[in-house]
């Protein structure tokens, strides 16, 4: 009876669609899969990282980056009309407020000198509004596909913009010239 009750727990765990994937990585205790399904095609783990913050380097979350092939290669990336997937599951909660801020230090890190199209603040707005305070264990996924990013909060869909230019500058946030930290962007792009 407990090895079917065993059998039916890891049948569950491997049908959702975060669990998908033959094997898996882990790092700061964090493990997610080493592929991630997308329109048909499975994209692989290209990198994982750990985002500190605050002088007291306060573990935030592991992020993944999923390509259709590894690429330590960031503008090559971002060109790019393949799909992508940043998954982020969290080792700290936030508060509503607290992801609020987050998201606009991102935006003002980014963008602060005038480099996003003010026709992406009603899609950026819209995105901050919908996004969920955090607690331990939760995931926040990005889809990118052709100028569309879909955007869950444990594997509830919370976004769908179809606004390239702003999927564009989510996705350069973590692996473009200002990322939240080097570090984060380097292991996400392969590096150690």
């Known amino acids: 009876m407990r ?16 669990a998908k994937g033959a094997g898996a990585a882990t790092y700061a205790g964090v493990t997610l899969p080493d592929t991630y399904p997308v329109e048909g095609q499975n994209l692989v783990l290209n990198g994982m990282g750990l985002r500190t913050l605050t002088v007291f380097n306060v573990r935030a979350y592991v992020a993944g980056l999923y390509l259709a092939q590894r690429s ?15 998954l982020i599951q969290f ?20 963008c602060g000198n005038g480099g996003c199209d003010p026709a992406d603040a009603k899609d950026f707005e819209a995105l901050v509004a919908a996004a969920p305070a ?11 596909t052709d100028g569309r990013v879909r ?3 444990n594997q509830r869909m919370i976004a769908n ?21 080097e570090d984060l962007k380097r292991s996400l792009l392969g590096g150690q």
């Open 161 to 181: 913009i179809a606004n390239r230019d702003l999927a564009f500058h989510l996705l350069e946030g973590f692996i473009g010239a200002h990322p939240p930290a």
């Open 134 to 144: 955090v607690a331990v264990g939760d995931t926040s996924t990005y889809v990118f």
């Open 91 to 110: 080792l700290h909660s936030a508060t509503k407020a607290q992801v609020e801020a987050q998201y606009r230090a991102g935006e003002q890190k980014n």
């Open 151 to 153: 955007v869950y909060a």
């Open 3 to 18: 090895l079917l009750i065993r059998a039916a727990v890891l049948l569950l765990a491997f049908s959702t669609p975060f």
């Open 72 to 86: 330590g290669n960031g503008p090559q990336i971002l060109a790019s009309k393949a799909p992508k997937v940043i």
